[in-house]
Structure formats: structure tokens, C-alpha cells
């Protein structure tokens, strides 16, 4: 059992407050940083849903929810936050200059053994690095959706992350119920290096009519025992990130194949996001 250790998470969304949840579940201090009130509010509502669940299946009691409730703070003010936090975990949206002021800004506020973490999904970590003065400490930490269930976290090793910086990681990761698997870091690592490319195949063959679908999901579900199909998945994922990770692992790897599908490109610039927005492949309400 590692010892309890005080941790910032930048970000409220579904991963930020996931990995929040998670950490505080745990026995961990987290503070839950977003540059908005209400943002952080949705943030805290979403845990205590989650955690909602848990309790109605009797697999914690209403004190152990009230407990990891206790753990969790909030705040506007990412400097003061991590000035006093052993492991900094930024999981804001996929801009690549918003995380590197995170990460300037994380750097120059936290005290020198602190680890900075990113849980970005494609973008390079020896890059998001280069924005701060401790590139040996800088390390991705790629949770999955969702996080309180998903029991991967995909580690990736920047350029100049030291072996002393992954090993803690990895440790933190078991210490909260995770098993990793170690990347190097290249366009998508390797979740959405492989994922990915199997989503965009599957709308490719919606868009050329190999199979409606339903028929797509249910043989990929049945067929190869998945919890969900790939288009399901890609709703469920959100049809914005597949094509940014799409164009990501098309623009640094420069092959053909990894060229997103025209129906995915046309679906995100309708509007249709998948389960957040209420209309993807299929319609939510
Ligand atoms: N909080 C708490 N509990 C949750 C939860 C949440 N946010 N989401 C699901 N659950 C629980 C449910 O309550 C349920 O618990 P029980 O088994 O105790 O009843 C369990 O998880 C299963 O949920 P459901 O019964 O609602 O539905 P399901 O069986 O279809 O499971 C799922 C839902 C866990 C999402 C499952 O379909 C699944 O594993 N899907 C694949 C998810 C996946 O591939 N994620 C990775 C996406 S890629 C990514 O995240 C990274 C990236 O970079 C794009």
C-alpha cells in the first residue's frame, strides 16, 4: 500500500473528475482545479453520480461515499493547487498550447519532486515537456473512459522521462487499482494507435455499405467480445476526439491509412458528437 499522496487534477470533465474520483476512492487529497465555478460544480455533481451507483449496488456504504467526498477539493487557482501536491495530472481538452501553459505554469508553482502528468490521448509528451524545466518528471498518464471502471492506464515515456519517474507512476497507478502498460511516445501511443484506426474501418464500412450499424456492432460485440461495437464506442468516446486523433496519427505518421473517413469529418462538423450531443451513429436522449 503506497502512502497517501496529495494530487491536482486539471480539468473537470468526464476524465478530469474520473480520475478524481479515483484517486480520492483510494485514500488520496485531490484537488479538482478548472478555470470556472461551474465547471468545477459539474465536476462534483458527476462524482457524486458516480459514486451514487456504487453506493446503490451496495458496493460502498454512504459514509465511504461521504469520506471520498471529503477528499476532494476545488479550485480556480492551478499555481497555488499544485505548490503543494506530489503528482500534478493535467486532462483538459486536446489543444496542445493550452496544456503547455498548464504544464509552464504547474512547473514554475510545484515543488521539485512533484510529478507533472498528462492525460492526453495523441499529443507528444516530449513536446508538452519542452514547456517546463523538469522534462525527466514529465510523464503521460492515459486513463480510460470511464475511469472509475477502465482498469488500464497507458504510460508514456517522454523522451527525457528518467525510469525513477515511470517507476513511481506506475506504482501510483497500482495504488489506486490500475495496471499500466508502458508506451513510447509516437502519434496515439498505443491505445489509439490501434483503436483508432479500427473505429475509422468500422465507419468506413458504414459509409461504403458493407453493413448497417446495427450489424457492424453486433459482429465486432459478438464476434469478438467487445462490451460494446465500434460505433457505439466511437459515440460513446465522442466522434470529435476519434477524428482528432484520426488527423493526429494521419499528420505525424503521414500514411494514407490512417486518413479519416469523410463520414466521420462530416458527422463532427454537423454537430453529430455521439452520446454528448445527443445524436452520433445512433440517437440518445
Ligand atoms: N461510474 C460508476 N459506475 C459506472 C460508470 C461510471 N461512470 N460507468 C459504468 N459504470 C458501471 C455500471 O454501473 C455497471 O456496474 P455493475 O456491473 O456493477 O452493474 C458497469 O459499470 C457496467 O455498466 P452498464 O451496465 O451501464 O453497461 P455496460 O455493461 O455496457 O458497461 C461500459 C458500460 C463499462 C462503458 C462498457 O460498455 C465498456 O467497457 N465499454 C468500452 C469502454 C471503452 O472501451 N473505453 C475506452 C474508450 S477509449 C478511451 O477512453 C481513451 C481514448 O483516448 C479515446
Known amino acids: 500500500m503506497t502512502d497517501s499522496i496529495k494530487v491536482t487534477v486539471v480539468g473537470a470533465g468526464t476524465m478530469g473528475n474520473g480520475i478524481v474520483q479515483t484517486f480520492a476512492t483510494f485514500g488520496h487529497t485531490v ?104 522534462p525527466e518528471k514529465v510523464i503521460g498518464m492515459h486513463f480510460m473512459n470511464p475511469v472509475p471502471i477502465m482498469k488500464l492506464v497507458e504510460i508514456i515515456r517522454g523522451e527525457k522521462t528518467s525510469d525513477e519517474t515511470c517507476a513511481q507512476t506506475i506504482s501510483w497507478s497500482e495504488a489506486i487499482g490500475k495496471t499500466c502498460g508502458v508506451a513510447n511516445d509516437f502519434p496515439g501511443f498505443i491505445a489509439n494507435r490501434i483503436l483508432m484506426p479500427m473505429i475509422n474501418e468500422a465507419v468506413w464500412s458504414l459509409h461504403t455499405g458493407v453493413g448497417d450499424r446495427e450489424s457492424i456492432d453486433i459482429v465486432m460485440k459478438l464476434g469478438c467480445n467487445f462490451p460494446m461495437g465500434p460505433l457505439a464506442l466511437a459515440d460513446y468516446i465522442g466522434l470529435d476526439i476519434c477524428l482528432n486523433i484520426m488527423d493526429v496519427l494521419q499528420d505525424g505518421l503521414k500514411e494514407d491509412k490512417y486518413a479519416p473517413c469523410p463520414m466521420l469529418r462530416e458527422m463532427v462538423e454537423a454537430g453529430k458528437l455521439g452520446v454528448k450531443s445527443g445524436v452520433g451513429f445512433y440517437e440518445y436522449s
Do not use: W, Y
Not at 446503490?56 to 499544485?82: F, G, H, P, W, Y
Open 31 to 134: 484537488t479538482m482545479v478548472d478555470v470556472s465555478e461551474d465547471a468545477l460544480e459539474r465536476g462534483r455533481a458527476a462524482i457524486e453520480k458516480s459514486l451514487g451507483r456504487f453506493v446503490k449496488k451496495e458496493k460502498i456504504s454512504q459514509d465511504d461515499c461521504d469520506e471520498i467526498m471529503s477528499r476532494i477539493s476545488l479550485s480556480t487557482d492551478l499555481a497555488n493547487a499544485v505548490s503543494a501536491s506530489d503528482l500534478m495530472i493535467e486532462a483538459v481538452f486536446e489543444n496542445e498550447e493550452v496544456k503547455k501553459d498548464i504544464f509552464k505554469t504547474a512547473d514554475a508553482a510545484a515543488p521539485a519532486h512533484t510529478i507533472l502528468a498528462s492525460n492526453t490521448s495523441s499529443i507528444s509528451i516530449t513536446r508538452i515537456a519542452e514547456a517546463t524545466n523538469r
